[in-house]
């Protein structure tokens, strides 16, 4: 790796005073003005592996303490996480669940095949009903994800009714012949998924079609407004985007876009626990490639939406590793290091920097699945840890709703491995972000991507009055480290003393393979 000096504007046409030799940053205090939209803190739960069965759901029987059939520990770290949305049932899963399987009496619904997902035979029992009233408990919006790949335009429509309308209507006296007297809220919708992979294998032109057929029939019912979302790229497809922006356009509310950091989709995937330096370094220059693909997909929307009322989703996001050995094939179920920790804090970084057009963001997934904020023993011992990932979410929940603040940094940089489309990429060895919350304070993280060295930086707090700073820091012994049921604390956030405030100028020395989020008052 070779390491250089560059300067990075985080904001547009702003000059950047240097205040010393070394890392220099400057917060605009008084100039932020898009608000950093909550949804992109939101979440993803599929029917696959044991993410829904064993993570979020056990059953009102089960010796797992639960509450109505939600596993109580799983429920009250979410709710502690505040998350506010969650993206479900799929998914590749999405576009083969029929909804009226999994309503009415349990013992009456029929079993399926998960055919995307290792073959599992599931029982239903977790449908609408579940869902979206544990939507409610968690207090956050439900987005449901549409079949448009195995279903009908009837079908879809007719589960809006269901779970949205109040009135005399057919769907409406279904429901609360199956207990659910009033009917939800229920925004987002999701007009199937990777369509032109695993929701059906579609050309932009045909998918782009069956959009504007199938939105005409998803109503709006007694105030309950739907904000409707076309199947999106998967990264590098501008086409896809183009043509859904030429032939679809406003009658979208968002369309989605799929990111994963991973090595490839055939062979191995590499260990979530096991790499080296070389493979870590790759994972970071990776994961912030996301920043030229939402400003590619991004140019293209603003030729028709210069506006930018149409939002870019990034609906599905995040590492993806081979699974645990041991685990059940086609489960995903992958550990979680301080890797991933940093795949997380970097994603938000660059979604902050876009929140102009990034309207949410859902990372996949959030229970045993993928890059998860929790895992559960899948020995049904009634174990569960939470993740490095888990805490990066936690520490960066005051960024929900704040206002995003330009900032200017100077930085030290490394050159790192790339792939077939890069084969070198250069990444600053500090990620930064900075906001201003509801109640005057300003939120500021810090990502120190170097595995040996620890970066001091001096930051200007331009129109600041500012009297106080904490923090708290995620860090670990071995970039490698993870939670287990045998220690579940081995990463976890703790307080952070090394930030110096005078004279609204901040001195933060952020040692090695750390993420550190501090609060100025």
């Known amino acids: 790796m070779k390491r250089l000096f560059i300067t990075l504007t985080l904001a547009t046409a702003i000059s950047m005073p240097v205040l010393a030799e070394g890392a220099t940053a400057t917060i605009h205090v008084n100039q932020g003005k898009e608000k950093i939209h909550k949804e992109i803190y939101g979440q993803f739960a599929e029917h696959l592996?044991?993410?829904?069965?064993?993570?979020?759901?056990?059953?009102?029987?089960?010796?797992?303490?639960?509450?109505?059939?939600?596993?109580?520990?799983?429920?009250?770290?979410?709710?502690?996480?505040?998350?506010?949305?969650?993206?479900?049932?799929?998914?590749?899963?999405?576009?083969?669940?029929?909804?009226?399987?999994?309503?009415?009496?349990?013992?009456?619904?029929?079993?399926?095949?998960?055919n995307n997902w290792g073959g599992t035979i599931e029982d239903n029992s977790f449908g609408t009903h579940e869902f979206l009233n544990l939507c409610e408990m968690l207090e956050c919006e439900p987005y449901i994800s549409g079949n448009v790949g195995s279903g009908t335009v009837e079908e879809l429509a007719k589960w809006v009714e269901y779970m949205t309308s109040d009135g005399d209507t057919p769907m409406a006296k279904l429901r609360r012949q199956n207990g659910r007297d009033k009917a939800w809220?229920?925004?987002?919708?999701?007009?199937?998924?990777?369509?032109?992979?695993?929701?059906?294998?579609?050309?932009?032109?045909?998918?782009?079609?069956?959009?504007?057929?199938?939105?005409?029939?998803?109503?709006?019912?007694?105030?309950?407004?739907?904000?409707?979302?076309?199947?999106?790229?998967?990264?590098?497809?501008?086409?896809?985007?183009?043509?859904?922006?030429?032939?679809?356009g406003h009658r979208m509310n968002g369309l989605s876009l799929h990111y994963?950091?991973?090595?490839?989709?055939?062979?191995?995937?590499?260990?979530?626990?096991?790499?080296?330096?070389?493979?870590?370094?790759?994972?970071?220059?990776?994961?912030?490639?996301?920043?030229?693909?939402?400003?590619?997909?991004?140019?293209?929307?603003?030729?028709?939406?210069?506006?930018?009322?149409?939002?870019?989703?990034?609906?599905?996001?995040g590492t993806w590793w081979d699974e645990e050995p041991g685990t059940v094939r086609?489960?995903?179920?992958?550990?979680?290091?301080?890797?991933?920790?940093?795949?997380?804090?970097?994603?938000?970084?660059?979604?902050?920097?876009?929140?102009?057009?990034?309207?949410?963001?859902?990372?996949?997934?959030?229970?045993?699945?993928?890059?998860?904020?929790?895992?559960?023993?899948?020995?049904?011992?009634?174990?569960?840890?939470?993740?490095?990932?888990?805490?990066?979410?936690?520490?960066?929940?005051?960024?929900?709703?704040?206002?995003?603040?330009?900032?200017?940094?100077?930085?030290?940089?490394?050159?790192?491995?790339?792939?077939?489309?890069s084969p070198e990429r250069q990444v600053p060895v500090l990620s930064t972000s900075a906001a201003k919350q509801k109640d005057g304070s300003i939120?500021?993280?810090?990502?120190?991507?170097?595995?040996?060295?620890?970066?001091?930086?001096?930051?200007?707090?331009?129109?600041?009055?500012?009297?106080?700073?904490s923090g708290r820091i995620l860090t670990c012994k071995s970039i490698t480290d993870c939670n287990t049921f045998e220690q579940p604390n081995s990463v976890a956030p703790k307080d952070f003393k090394d930030a110096k405030l005078k004279k609204d100028v901040l001195r933060v020395k952020i040692p090695a393979k750390s993420v550190v989020v501090l609060n100025v008052i």
């Open 185 to 248: 809220k229920v925004k987002f919708l999701g007009v199937g998924n990777e369509s032109w992979g695993c929701g059906g294998e579609m050309r932009p032109e045909y998918y782009a079609d069956l959009y504007r057929r199938y939105a005409v029939y998803c109503r709006n019912y007694d105030g309950n407004k739907l904000y409707k979302i076309a199947s999106g790229a998967s990264d590098y497809d501008w086409n896809w985007t183009k043509v859904l922006m030429d032939n679809v």
């Open 443 to 469: 939120i500021i993280s810090l990502a120190n991507i170097d595995l040996d060295k620890a970066q001091e930086i001096e930051i200007a707090l331009n129109g600041a009055n500012a009297k106080t700073v």
């Open 330 to 421: 086609g489960h995903l179920y992958q550990q979680n290091s301080m890797r991933d920790a940093f795949v997380a804090a970097l994603s938000f970084n660059v979604f902050h920097r876009h929140t102009d057009r990034v309207r949410m963001a859902n990372i996949a997934q959030v229970v045993n699945v993928l890059q998860s904020m929790i895992l559960t023993d899948q020995k049904g011992t009634g174990h569960m840890v939470l993740t490095p990932t888990y805490h990066i979410f936690e520490m960066y929940k005051g960024f929900q709703e704040s206002t995003y603040l330009p900032m200017d940094i100077r930085v030290d940089s490394i050159k790192v491995r790339g792939d077939k489309r």
């Open 49 to 114: 592996g044991s993410c829904i069965y064993g993570g979020l759901w056990v059953g009102e029987n089960s010796p797992i303490p639960n509450i109505k059939g939600y596993r109580k520990d799983v429920f009250d770290a979410l709710k502690a996480l505040q998350i506010p949305v969650l993206r479900w049932p799929g998914g590749c899963f999405a576009d083969e669940y029929h909804w009226m399987d999994g309503i009415g009496p349990k013992e009456n619904r029929p079993k399926m095949q998960n």
């Open 260 to 317: 994963y950091t991973v090595t490839g989709w055939s062979g191995s995937k590499g260990s979530a626990t096991k790499f080296n330096n070389d493979d870590y370094y790759w994972t970071i220059g990776k994961c912030l490639e996301i920043e030229d693909v939402i400003k590619r997909h991004s140019k293209i929307m603003d030729e028709k939406d210069p506006k930018k009322h149409i939002g870019l989703l990034v609906d599905e996001w």
